[in-house]
């Protein structure tokens, strides 16, 4: 079967770095984006990654290892407005996204 | 720029009644989606339309239907609302079926409740 596995939750404080984890097992692969959720609001895109390694945007990068089934987006120099929850959606081989329950990330002072 | 709208924001709704989910985009977007969202559960597809006069079936179809009439809109359809369809509903479109960077453009989402 499918599979996306993130922890359900994080805390981290302002300022610091967070990286959250996320391993799939997929029919096929094609792709693994990351989306970005506040609470009440619409999913919006984050990052794609289709190869290995990391891509870096701003404070945030998303790495990728295709052979582990392995995935992560690192956030950097957080700030009160990074609290989200964070989902990871790989593409299966039917070009399908397949989202993960996501990971609540939790900024403190 | 209104990008992709989702009418009604909320709904409660009793058990038994029809229910029609609008959506909306003014993207002239090919592919559009409709997902649920559950608590402690990740998005999930309920149907979707690669081009407008197509559709299919995602992960949890039963009890749904739509319609792709033009390339804009793309109605979801609760024939007989049940309790278990209590969600929040998110309609989204793609410029193209997700083949590649196909990103997806969420509408804000509708709360349904039926009771």
């Known amino acids: 079967g499918q599979n996306i596995d993130q922890p359900t939750e994080m805390t981290a404080t302002e300022g610091a770095i967070v990286q959250i984890n996320c391993t799939y097992q997929t029919s096929g692969f094609n792709g693994l984006f990351w989306y970005q959720q506040h609470a009440g609001e619409a999913p919006t895109f984050l990052s794609y990654?289709?190869l290995d390694g990391l891509e870096e945007k701003g404070r945030f990068s998303s790495f990728l290892s295709r052979s582990k089934g392995y995935s992560y987006l690192l956030l950097k120099e957080l700030q009160m407005k990074d609290s989200a929850s964070y989902l990871c959606a790989p593409l299966d081989s039917n070009y399908q996204l397949i989202w993960g329950a996501g990971t609540k990330l939790i900024i403190k002072p | 720029i209104a990008g992709i709208t989702q009418a009604p924001t909320s709904q409660i709704l009793a058990a038994g009644r029809r229910m029609t989910l609008r959506c909306t985009q003014d993207?002239?977007?090919?592919?559009m989606y409709w997902y649920r969202q559950d608590l402690g559960l990740g998005l999930r597809l309920i149907h979707y339309s690669n081009t407008a006069g197509t559709t299919g079936k995602g992960e949890v179809p039963d009890g749904y239907s739509v319609s792709r009439a033009n390339t804009d809109d793309f109605p979801l359809t609760l024939a007989s609302a049940v309790p278990s369809q209590t969600s929040v509903y998110f309609c989204a479109s793609s410029h193209r079926a997700t083949t590649d960077t196909g990103e997806l453009f969420f509408g804000e989402g509708s709360r349904l409740t039926v009771l």
């Open positions: 993207m002239r977007h090919n592919a």
């Open positions: 990654n289709v």
